[in-house]
């Protein structure tokens, strides 16, 4: 006759998780969060043996400090992740730009899904669909900017483990080369911005090979500046170089008559205070 406690599971210590059977919706793995918090788990296997694995998964999760707190999918994610980014003083047509990402090329594939278990796999399929769509890998290299800074929010808020879009590797945008245009296409281009308010701007563009700001004046003093003056040194008067700016014809010892007559001066010119005249 075997003994009546061995029957008997034995009792669990406190946050050491427990699993139970719900009726009408099947076995569940429960523990309790770094916050307190219950945190429920429906197991995959749905035996009391695969809600004790499940179980042991979570513990371990919660040890790594991995364990996500609720189930959310990416489309009710992006909401949180639109205002975020506002909270950042981004500008409206930037959240515009971010929310029309997402919009077009992320939900239609992951919206559905749960943040914490997206894969790897499903972003690399993600981006292959993308491109195989006609996307230029600019275009997707975007897409993965936008979808890696929102899972980089949701380990944040404790919605997935880690940021999954880190193994993955974006695709890499082509390098611009530019060319130089033919005769043709420079009068073709001129014709067709000749009535325009700016053609004349494009017109002096094209047939003086400047760019956007070249035509500005650099300040005085700067690098590029056609004006190139001798530096005063730190320990004299900016006016005690007054030869430097006017060239070499002012004698010498016109100066130093100057600095006799009027001493408390620095050049002896005009503009000393009355008081230093009078002395």
């Known amino acids: 006759m075997t003994d009546s406690g061995t029957d008997k599971r034995s009792k669990r210590a406190n946050a050491e998780g427990s699993v139970f059977l719900w009726q009408g919706r099947g076995w569940y793995a429960a523990v309790t969060g770094p916050?307190?918090?219950?945190?429920?788990?429906?197991?995959?296997k749905q035996t009391e043996r695969g809600a004790e694995q499940h179980l042991r998964a979570l513990l371990a999760q919660r040890d790594a400090d991995a364990l996500t707190l609720r189930s959310t999918t990416l489309e009710q994610f992006v909401d949180e992740w639109i205002r975020a980014a506002k909270r950042?003083?981004?500008?409206?047509?930037?959240?515009?730009?971010?929310?029309?990402?997402?919009?077009?090329?992320?939900?239609?594939a992951l919206g559905k899904t749960r943040l914490d278990r997206i894969t790897a796999a499903a972003i690399d399929r993600l981006y292959d669909d993308l491109?195989?769509?006609?996307?230029?890998?600019?275009?997707?290299?975007?897409?993965?900017?936008?979808?890696?800074?929102?899972?980089?929010?949701a380990k944040k808020r404790r919605l997935v483990p880690h940021v999954v879009t880190e193994l993955?590797?974006?695709?890499?945008?082509?390098?611009?080369?530019?060319?130089?245009?033919?005769?043709?296409?420079?009068?073709?281009l001129l014709r067709g911005v000749a009535?325009?308010?700016?053609?004349?701007?494009?017109?002096?563009?094209l047939g003086t090979g400047?760019?956007?700001?070249?035509?500005r004046r650099p300040p005085l003093g700067g690098r590029g500046c056609r004006d190139r003056r001798r530096?005063?040194?730190?320990?004299?008067?900016?006016l005690q170089d007054r030869r430097s700016h006017h060239g070499d014809d002012r004698r010498p010892d016109q100066d130093r008559r100057r600095r006799a007559r009027h001493p408390a001066s620095p050049?002896?010119?005009?503009?000393t205070p009355r008081a230093a005249r009078s002395g």
């Open 88 to 108: 950042r003083n981004c500008r409206p047509r930037t959240l515009e730009t971010y929310r029309e990402k997402m919009a077009l090329h992320v939900v239609p």
């Open 168 to 188: 993955v590797d974006p695709p890499k945008a082509r390098k611009y080369e530019a060319r130089t245009v033919t005769i043709a296409e420079a009068k073709h």
């Open 231 to 238: 530096a005063v040194p730190p320990d004299r008067h900016p």
């Open 35 to 44: 916050d307190g918090r219950r945190i429920m788990r429906k197991a995959p």
């Open 131 to 153: 491109t195989e769509s006609g996307l230029s890998p600019t275009t997707v290299a975007e897409v993965h900017t936008r979808l890696n800074s929102l899972l980089k929010l």
């Open 195 to 205: 009535p325009h308010r700016f053609g004349t701007l494009w017109t002096f563009i």
């Open 210 to 215: 400047c760019r956007f700001g070249g035509g």
């Open 267 to 271: 050049m002896g010119c005009r503009g």
